[in-house]
C-alpha cells in the first residue's frame, strides 16, 4: 500500500508563502490522482487541488485558484503544494491523499497522509 508523508507545514505571515510535500512510497500507479485537501478548525475536510500522475491536468478548489500550485516530481515520487498570498482563512491541516479518479470528492481517494498543520497570522 505504501505511505504518504506531507511536510512542509508551519506558521506564516498572511501574505507570506509555504511549500507543502508530500513523499508517496509504494506503488505508484501512471493513472493515480494525487491530491491535496484540509480541515480548517472545526471544519468540515475540503479539497485543495490534484494532479495525475503522469499528466498536466490539474484542478483547484475556487478558494485557492491564483494563489496555489500543485507540481510534482516523478523521479521523487513527491507532490508538492506551492501556496503563496496566505490568508488567514488558509489556516488548516493539510492532507495529502492518492486515488485512482479525477475527482475533488474526498470519498474518491483511498490513501492519506496524516496531515502537516498550516497557521496564518492576520
Known amino acids: 500500500q505504501g505511505q504518504l508523508i506531507e511536510s512542509g507545514g508551519g506558521s506564516v505571515q498572511a501574505g507570506g508563502s509555504l511549500r507543502l510535500s508530500c513523499a508517496a512510497s509504494g506503488r505508484i500507479y501512471s493513472s493515480s490522482v494525487m491530491a491535496w485537501f484540509r480541515q480548517p478548525p472545526g471544519k468540515a475536510r475540503e479539497f485543495v487541488a490534484l494532479?495525475?500522475?503522469?499528466?498536466?491536468?490539474?484542478l483547484y478548489a475556487d478558494s485557492v485558484k491564483g494563489r496555489f500550485t500543485i507540481s510534482r516530481d516523478n523521479a521523487k515520487n513527491t507532490v508538492y503544494l506551492q501556496m503563496n498570498s496566505l490568508k488567514a482563512e488558509d489556516t488548516a491541516v493539510y492532507y495529502c491523499a492518492k486515488g485512482s479518479n479525477y475527482s475533488s470528492n474526498q470519498a474518491e481517494y483511498t490513501q492519506w497522509g496524516k496531515g502537516t498543520q498550516v497557521t496564518v497570522a492576520s
Open positions: 494532479t495525475r500522475w503522469h499528466s498536466s491536468s490539474t
